[in-house]
């Protein structure tokens, strides 16, 4: 063991007798997206870095919605960086950030100012911006010394801080966000007007009880229910809180993670406890609902449902599942105990005891309203439990029994490493998956291009041993088929939605962060990168893999961390930074290898006692790293490990 810029610094020194199959699909998959993201920037971005929504006209856009889109175009580009990305995506990415900001400063609301106002979003709901600001958040695992960056997040934060005179979103005493759209304009229960009239069909509707509302058919044929629906939303969820803004708890947790200042770090812990207590005193169910007095159901009749995105409308737990996930990461990440998971598993756990077995697999409620019949058909898209009739199954007042989002499970055991969690996994996969190792039958999400979360844990398990090069070459085939898209595509741009790159995008990491990174992707509403480990180029001093190299995390325990790296260069010493988790959290005490010693293969054991080490890579050469961890034990911060 020697020291390098400080850092303890391992020799590998042992050359691999073959290259590794998944060591050359990993580095070709980063080579192949380096070349596409160019091609990509060139067809479907203007020279300035605006996209190419809306189109010119004599009226530009108005609403509050397609920012969140927007941003999600680009939203990975910064996490393709840290793992190994060219360079140019740094600056393509902070340039995109700056660029579609600027941009959607011209556009109206119709309620008196712009989507952007002060640089952020003058308001929406947190399912929305948690999915738009995920982008701004990796942008500090990219570059955290972002002068510009660092001054926005402040000041984002400070929006939820009462640091701004001009907005209002949070009441230090109840703790509670004020309005299910908030921004930086405050609360906005304008966008709730009093004369609305309800238009979001495919999702059911957000409230049962309205006259009128027999069947979702019955609603849509009744133009004056749509009205008294439209009313209904107006007079119960224009104020207070609902669970989804818990996912603003990354927006704080990005400002502690640039300052260290623990005043971000108070208003989470303050929030999520908030939360806590909410939940329990409803039973255990979290409610979805919360007036400006703090009562659960104020503005709807005392109910613990209705709220907006919640449970009732539009996606159930999907959402408040995302939003819970999150604010358990960020609160496990800043307070260092897993403890803080007890709120997300428990939701879980209320929805598995309801569950229904069916089609080998275990269904669970993600929706609920009281015990009268919900009568409407989910959209296609939705695999929901079925009578024999063909309607849909309910229970209880419990409705849409799908199997759920791995996703969760899987966020859920990857920070808590219970075995108590990767046994809920057990039960929530599908039970006719042949030991759960079969890639091709679990569906895509189309947004991240994920939902793997299930075979890369049965690989971690020892049970599935070909998932590196199999998705791998998934990841591949996927990149290779948006550009062909690209190439073949003949749309023109004045018929773009606003989520019009998110389909063209290029980039998918979801196998890179789990085999290179031991974690899972991000939770989609903007959750934070939370991995075992992080790489960085110790010559070069940027994140990411240097030039050559491959990493595979093999096995992760509660207190071990098993990494394969090989350097496929056959002439070139490469130096990797192996820092424990993304954010310098986790801790290593002592690294067990293989060296090469006198001409004979050694088992070495090295002292580390600290985040990070330095790996020095001979050409050719491969070790395995089995390192003794310690997790949650530092103070995470974006900052460099050297």
Known sequence: MSRENSLPCIHASVPFAQAPQWAILERKLIDVMNQSVPAIVEKYVNPDGSIKWPPPGPKPHEGIDALDDAYESFHNWPLFYILGGDDYLLDLSLREYDAVTKQFENYETGHGYKMVEKEFCSGYDWMHNGEGYAFFYHLGLADPTNQENIERSKRYAGFYMGEDPEVD?????????????????????????????????????????????????????????????????????????????????????????????????????????????????????????????????????????????????????????????????????????????????????????????GDNALYVPHKYWSPETVNYDPWERLSVLRNADGTQYQEDGWFEYMIMDPAFGGHLWSASMAVDDLERIKKLRRENLDGWNNLSLYKVRQKDQSGHEYPWIAYLQGEYESYPVEKLNDSLRQAYDRMTFMREDTQAPMTFSDSYLQSRNPVNVEGLIQLTLGGPIPVYNGGLLMTRVRYFDNVRKRPGLPADVAALVKKLEDNRTVIELVNLSPIDTREVVVQGGAFGEHSFTTVKFNACVNGEDSLQTSEVNGKAFVVKLDPGATVTLDAATERFVNEPTYAFPW
């Open 169 to 357: 979103n949070f009441d230090t005493e109840l703790k509670l966000i004020k309005s299910p759209h908030n921004g930086s304009t405050g609360p906005c229960p304008q966008h709730f007007p009093t004369d609305g009239t309800w238009t979001q069909e495919g999702y059911g509707l957000p409230f049962w009880d309205i006259d009128g509302a027999t069947s979702v058919s019955a609603i849509y044929s009744d133009p004056e229910a749509m009205k008294r629906i439209g009313k209904a939303k107006h007079d119960r969820d224009k104020l207070g809180d609902t669970p989804v803004n818990l996912a603003s708890t990354s927006l704080m947790a990005n400002a502690f993670l640039y300052t260290g200042d623990q005043k971000y770090k108070s208003w989470i812990k303050d929030y999520f406890v908030a939360w806590e207590e909410r939940t329990k005193e409803n039973g255990g169910i979290i409610p979805d609902n919360i007036g400006l007095s703090g009562k659960i159901g104020e503005y709807n009749e005392g109910r613990w449902f209705g709220g907006n995105y919640g449970w009732v409308w539009p996606h159930g737990f999907e959402t408040i599942g995302a939003a819970l996930a999150i604010a358990s990461e960020n609160m496990t990440l800043l307070g260092h105990d897993t403890s803080y998971l007890g709120l997300f598993r428990s939701q879980i756990d209320e929805l598995m005891k309801r569950g229904k077995h």
